[in-house]
Structures are given as structure tokens and as C-alpha cells.
């Protein structure tokens, strides 16, 4: 049986950085990542990519939005209207005297991210901009993000099947101790968020978190990823055995006893 994870994972930049601070950057940075060539090399297809925090399948998300396409042409474009060129000459972007320089944290003993990371690293490069991969182990990595010690990250939720509820990853009242450790600051944002969390009206509240979504997909404080597919073996011996948008329920299981082994 194969279903959609309530999972997502993401690149997160830190804009505190100057790299990170313009919109612009952040979605040419997002241009730049093949995601559809990872999706099928790395997670051999298994998988979906995501423009949001809510569960694909949810009514939160909004299914009319299009990923960002890969288009270093275009992103370099982009960088370029926003002030980074290469003044010197030595193949780095530079702006106001900074240099497109920056370090991506990724968790030890991820392949996955480590393959991801390889690929961006030689995509960036081309363009003019250096990444360098640092991979931590865990407690390490957590700490430096729990500090807002790092340039950008590649990190994962989970998120709800349903009714999820942004306000620790993205309200801007949690940038110092909540989960907004990349430090996203939009006051609309902040409103359709508190707004929703009041809203009994579920076709509103929808309504509402669409809007949102459109906000992130705009502003990308984080380059969104994939939604993994789990997939799961069950003996025939299992009756009743259903798939929902969110998985399988086991509780709904039930074995005809000549079939039975166990008491």
C-alpha cells in the first residue's frame, strides 16, 4: 500500500543573513534547486513537491498554487536585479561589500540530504554563488538551530491531516523561542494567522489559510520540498484493510479465524 506522508521537508533561510533578507533572492535561490530531478533520482518518484506547510491532501492546501519551476536562467536574473553581480571578478556574487557566501546544516546520517545539498552546491556554483555543507549530529544541529546559529537548513515537519494550525512555525511572535527560527516577519501574515485560529466557519478559515499560502509562496522563507509517500506491507491474512488520504487504520483490521495464528 503506498500513501502520502503527513510530512514535509524544506530548506529554511535564516534572514537574519543579508544573503536571505530580499524575497527575490530567496525565490531565485528556490529556482535554482532541480526538484523534479531529485524527486525521481533520490526519492525514486515516491513523492510529491509542496508549496506549503498543510498536508497535501488537507482543504488547507491550496492546490492552485505552482511550484516555483527550475530556471537558473531566470534566477540569475533575479539576482541580479537585486544588486548581486560579480564586481571583482573572482566568481562570486557580491553585494555592498558581502560576498554570496553562506553554509547549509544538514543532520549526519541523512543521505538523502547529503545527496540533495551535492547536487544545489554545483547548480549554485554556476551562478556565482558558494555553499558550503556542514552535516552535524543531531543534538549538535538542533542546537545550533535552537540558537539561530546558521545560514539555512534542511530540516522537515510533520504536519496534521487536517486543521493545522501555523501560528509556531510562521507568527512572528515566535522568532525568538518558537519554531520561526528563520525569522519570517510579515504583518499580513500574522493577521490571516490570528484570524484563522478565531474563524468557526470552516469554508472561511480555508479561505483564510489559502490566502495565507499564497503569502509563503511569494515571500519563500523556506524552499518548499517534497511530501514523501510511505509505503507499507500487509499480509493477506488482514481483512478490511482501507487506505485514507492520511494512511491506514489498523483498528479496522480483522483476520477470519482459519487464518488466525495467534490467540
Not at 538523502?112 to 545539498?117: D, F, L, Q, S, Y
Amino acid at each position: 500500500h503506498k500513501y502520502y506522508s503527513s510530512y514535509y521537508n524544506y530548506v529554511g533561510w535564516n534572514m537574519r543573513r543579508p544573503q536571505f533578507k530580499d524575497k527575490m533572492v530567496r525565490r531565485a535561490l528556490t529556482m535554482m534547486l532541480d526538484k523534479q530531478l531529485i524527486l525521481e533520482t533520490i526519492y525514486y518518484g515516491l513523492g510529491k513537491e509542496v508549496v506549503s506547510g498543510f498536508f497535501i491532501d488537507s482543504p488547507e492546501y491550496d492546490k492552485s498554487i505552482e511550484s516555483w519551476p527550475y530556471d537558473p536562467p531566470q534566477a540569475a536574473k533575479l539576482l541580479a536585479e537585486a544588486g548581486w553581480v560579480d564586481t571583482n571578478a573572482n566568481g562570486i556574487l557580491d553585494k555592498d561589500g558581502v560576498e554570496f557566501q553562506f553554509e547549509m546544516l544538514i543532520r549526519a546520517g541523512s543521505p538523502e540530504a547529503e545527496a540533495i545539498t551535492t547536487v544545489y552546491q554545483e547548480e549554485l556554483k554556476r551562478v556565482g554563488i558558494e555553499m558550503n555543507i556542514r552535516s552535524l549530529e543531531w543534538a549538535t544541529f538542533l542546537g545550533r538551530v535552537d540558537d539561530r546559529n546558521f545560514d539555512s537548513v534542511i530540516l522537515g515537519w510533520s504536519s496534521p491531516p487536517t486543521e493545522g494550525d501555523p501560528y509556531q512555525v510562521w507568527h512572528s511572535s515566535q522568532i525568538e523561542k518558537g519554531s520561526n527560527f528563520v525569522a519570517f516577519n510579515h504583518p499580513e501574515s500574522d493577521r490571516l494567522i490570528e484570524q484563522a485560529r478565531l474563524e468557526f466557519d470552516t469554508k472561511k478559515r480555508v479561505e483564510l489559510y489559502h490566502k495565507f499560502n499564497r503569502i509563503l509562496h511569494e515571500e519563500q522563507p523556506y524552499t518548499f520540498l517534497f511530501c514523501t509517500q510511505s509505503l507499507s506491507a500487509v499480509s493477506k491474512r488482514f481483512q478490511n484493510v482501507k487506505v485514507y488520504p492520511a494512511g491506514m487504520d489498523a483498528r479496522e483490521w480483522w483476520v477470519p479465524l482459519p487464518l488466525q495464528r495467534f490467540q
